[in-house]
């Protein structure tokens, strides 16, 4: 499953989506599958130059069924309004394509491939804005989560809710008897990929505190907490919110101290010591 296609070197192919094309072949819909393709990589496209206009690093664009993903590190370590306009710009392109295809069908008149082009439009459309991790209504779910919730708790409720939309989908499907063998391989390909992000979820969250140690103070709301001298430096890290910066408050002996959370940033990526106290971080006379 990890073998991929280098179409160039940006553009890898999934191996998913040769199993598509195989199925293809074998059914006689080969015009269906240039024009799904065509529509994919369109839609990736519209992703990928909207990433690289923001000087995004990206490592590749994956295409898969029904879509497709702009691999990079980037994600979650930039601003809202740069992650909300690469995600949409996918999305968009599909909305030029609407428009092409009335112009094609009132220009040269109805054909079965354009008839074809706009189901498969819809299609891909619709299926990335489900709120499903890792497609694009999934991350538009987590961006959102994230603006409201700790990084850590908008991390799980969005896979979380993620699975339970493809649990009742999968239901729905198995009672209507609509299940296909390309929503097979769909289905388990997106119950994979949210089992890998659920088991990588605690790098992902260490990976946000580094950039977020790294860009220094956010204008963002200020909140107090007061914690225990002896709470552990990483326990504090979930506490972490992209729009809001946290001052911890601990008493001890000597009296009470504020211990701010690019301190405890530095400290915990810098001191190499996972069990390392918030007392320690208490400035001695």
């Known amino acids: 499953m990890n073998r991929r296609l280098k179409l160039t070197e940006d553009f890898h192919i999934h191996p998913l ?23 994919v ?25 029904f879509g497709g993903a702009v691999v990079s590190e980037e994600h979650n370590t930039r601003p809202f309004r740069e992650q909300l306009y690469v995600i949409l710009a996918g999305p968009f392109q599909h909305v030029w394509m609407f428009g092409l295809l009335i ?5 040269f008149g109805p054909h079965s491939l354009l008839t074809a082009a706009f189901y498969y439009n819809g299609l891909v459309l619709l299926f990335n804005l489900l709120p499903v991790w890792p497609l694009d209504g999934g991350k538009l779910l987590f961006y959102c989560l994230n603006r409201s919730m700790t990084f850590k708790n908008a991390q799980a409720y969005t896979l979380i809710f993620s699975i339970g939309v493809i649990g009742v989908a999968s239901l729905w499907m198995t009672v209507e008897a609509r299940w296909t063998l390309p929503g097979i391989w769909l289905t388990a390909f997106l119950l994979i990929e949210n089992r890998i992000e659920w088991k990588r979820r605690t790098y992902t969250l260490l990976r946000y505190c580094l950039y977020r140690m ?4 956010e204008p963002v709301r200020e909140k107090l907490i007061h914690v225990r001298p002896e ?15 946290h001052f911890y408050v601990l008493k001890d002996g000597a009296g009470s101290y504020i211990v701010n959370e690019q301190t405890c940033l530095h400290a915990y990526f810098n001191e190499g010591d996972a069990d390392l106290l918030v007392k320690d971080l208490i400035p001695t006379a």
């Open 231 to 245: 709470t552990k430096v990483r326990e504090l890290l979930k506490n972490i919110h992209s729009r809001r910066s």
């Open 41 to 65: 990589v369109i839609h990736e496209l519209g992703h990928y130059r909207m990433a690289k206009r923001f000087g995004w690093r990206v490592e590749r664009v994956e295409i898969w069924l």
């Open 103 to 107: 112009l094609s069908d009132q220009i």
């Open 17 to 39: 989506f040769f199993l598509l094309a195989a199925s293809a072949i074998l059914t006689g819909a080969i015009y269906d599958f240039i024009i799904l393709f065509s529509i």
């Open 214 to 217: 790294k860009a220094g103070e």
